[in-house]
């Protein structure tokens, strides 16, 4: 096996503990929701049932793509699905490219499917594959959903990384041919406006948003410097606020997943009210895991589950549907942001 590949595995992990902030700048704090002082309901009538990626989904959150492809990082797995099959979550794993090349590292992926039998499970992959390797990371997982990652900027920072970056034609092609739903994503810079055109066109339907303010991998990849300093870009991207404002003048055309520095309940339900179907959690479940094990793990899940209900209840919620009726009021810099859009 290659161990620079399984190495920067665990630098990655090692880092973004390293890096982790409670405090995540995801501009979701310029969002603030109204609340409804006649709520008219009680909390058992709450339901937020959703859909990821067009498939049922009984909890809105789910662990977002990670982990695999080295022994530390495969055991991550194993207590990230632990804590997936007590708690009900959906689980992505983190991209399979390395399994593909070295068939030695698949158990450390294939043990989210081995716990989580009957769960939802979401394989994911780079957007320079193409559909034959998308069809054996599905298959390796016996994966219900696949996503595939754009990660330009990511790559550029990485003194090993990719420098070339022509994904279009494997994105029509996968989507159209996979016969699994494609959730396309970002690694936490966010996907503008300009590319959900792109995408449409493609025939995606569903993405990811992955904004900046959690996981920042232009940080991550100075603080190994095994290439050039690269922090010019350390506030390059979109926050996950302005991911979802972008979001909403493509309301009809895909179902969104918001994602990238979530830290609590409230973020969570800003993220729907916003228009997002579902949330993915990657930076907080980590820290989580590995500061207080599969225990600790859970017992935040489970937290973060009754307190998306109870905030539902405040604001006289039954489902997701309502939710999005809430009212809300933004911040001066993203109503600005909004109009700046609204010209393009
Ligand atoms: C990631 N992320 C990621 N995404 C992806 O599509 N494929 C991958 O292999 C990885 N690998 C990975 C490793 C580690 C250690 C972290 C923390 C994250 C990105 C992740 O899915 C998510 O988009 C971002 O991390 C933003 O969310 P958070 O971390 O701010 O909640």
Known sequence: MDELHAHRKDEHVFI???????????????????????????????????????IEMKIPFFINAMSGGSKTTAQINQKLATAAAKT?????????SIALRYPETAPGFKIVRKTLPHGLVIGNLGAGHGLH??????????????ELHLNAAQEIVMSEGD???FWKDNIREIVGRL????????????????????????GVKYVDLSGRGGTN??????Q??????FSVLNNFGLTTAETLIGSQFFQKDFSFTASGGIRNALDIVKCLVLGADNVGISGLFLHTVIKKDVSGLISLINTLKHQVKAIMTILGCH????????????????????????KH
């Open 179 to 202: 016969g699994r739903p494609v959730l396309i994503k970002e690694v936490g810079f966010g996907i503008s406006p300009t590319t959900l055109s792109k995408l449409k066109e493609l």
């Open 224 to 229: 190994r410097l095994h290439g050039e300093d």
């Open 88 to 96: 009900g979550l959906a689980m992505a794993t983190g991209s399979q």
């Open 163 to 165: 420098r070339t970056f």
């Open 217 to 222: 991998f232009a940080k991550i990849e100075n």
């Open 133 to 146: 390797d998308a069809k054996n990371a599905i298959k390796m997982l016996k994966a219900d959903i696949l």
């Open 16 to 54: 973004t503990q390293k890096q982790y902030q409670a405090d995540a700048q995801n501009g979701l704090n310029q969002i603030r929701l109204l609340p409804n002082n006649l709520p008219e309901i009680s909390f058992s009538e709450v339901d937020y049932k959703t859909t990821l990626a067009g």
């Open 319 to 342: 489902d997701i549907t309502e939710l999005r009726q809430t009212d809300y009021v933004l911040s001066v810099e993203l109503e600005n942001f909004k109009k700046q859009l609204h």
